[in-house]
């Protein structure tokens, strides 16, 4: 049980485009989802909070015009990484928090983005 | 704001032998504190966690860690190391009014040699 998804595992775009990873709990509700990026060989750094139904809340320094985040249901969180830079390149991970298990976040095997 | 602090980048333990990965964290109240394991192209995996209670906790694969008030510190714990165990581990502690925002440790980097 307690399983999250990633979607797509990887992707490469070009400079300018824009870009949506899929973060999904396949098998519970996530009253909280959580999106984090990880650049090589460092820890995991908190970009956004987001909670179903409701605005997400980023981190300061994350830019919310271009990390836009949609929680549109409790198994389904959305990152769209908006004209996207090489310098967005990294490795994105979403977790989710189920509802009734205190505090515990169950994380998704990431997404490898490449701008070229 | 919280902190988390792995003093160890890398470490290299034989197989079979012991192994003991260090954290320290900083926060204003009671933590929640969590160990991960990120392997090669998995996701992050929890080991144990620690809300309340016992300060041992005992967590999957045999890992168990010690929460120390007076040190600030959730140590992880392995008697006896398995080759499979070369990962990237992370501590966290948890913050927020739902103590589920996660910052996490710069992480601890486990080689096995044979």
């Known amino acids: 049980g307690a399983v999250v998804s990633q979607h797509p595992s990887r992707v490469i775009c070009k400079s300018g485009t824009s870009v949506k990873i899929e973060c999904r709990s396949l098998?519970?509700?996530?009253?909280?989802m959580f999106w984090y990026r990880q650049f090589p060989k460092q820890s995991l750094m908190l970009m956004a909070t987001?909670?179903?139904?409701?605005?997400?809340?980023?981190e300061q320094g994350v830019e919310k015009d271009k990390f836009l985040i949609n929680h549109a249901s409790l198994t389904l969180s959305t990152l769209t990484v908006t004209s996207a830079h090489p310098e967005d390149s990294s490795f994105y991970i979403c977790?989710?928090?189920?509802?009734?298990?205190?505090?515990?976040?169950?994380f998704g095997p990431g997404t490898r983005l490449t701008v070229l | 704001a919280q902190s988390v602090t792995q003093p160890d980048i890398h470490i290299t333990v034989s197989e079979g032998a012991s192994l003991e990965l260090r954290c320290n964290y900083s926060?204003?109240?009671?933590?929640?504190l969590f160990w991960y394991v990120q392997s090669p192209g998995q996701g992050l995996q929890l080991l144990l966690k620690?809300?309340?209670?016992?300060?041992l906790v005992q967590g999957i694969k045999g890992f168990e860690a010690e929460f120390k008030r007076s040190q600030s510190s959730f140590n992880l714990r392995k008697p006896s190391v398995h080759w499979s165990d070369a990962a990237e581990y992370f501590c966290?502690?948890?913050?927020?009014?739902?103590?589920?925002?996660?910052?996490f440790g710069g992480g601890t980097r486990v080689l096995v040699k044979p």
């Open positions: 098998d519970f509700q996530a009253t909280t």
């Open positions: 987001s909670n179903e139904g409701s605005k997400a809340t980023y």
């Open positions: 977790s989710a928090n189920p509802r009734l298990a205190g505090y515990t976040q169950y």
């Open positions: 966290a502690v948890g913050a927020g009014a739902a103590g589920n925002k996660l910052t």
């Open positions: 620690y809300f309340s209670g016992d300060t």
């Open positions: 926060y204003g109240a009671t933590p929640y």
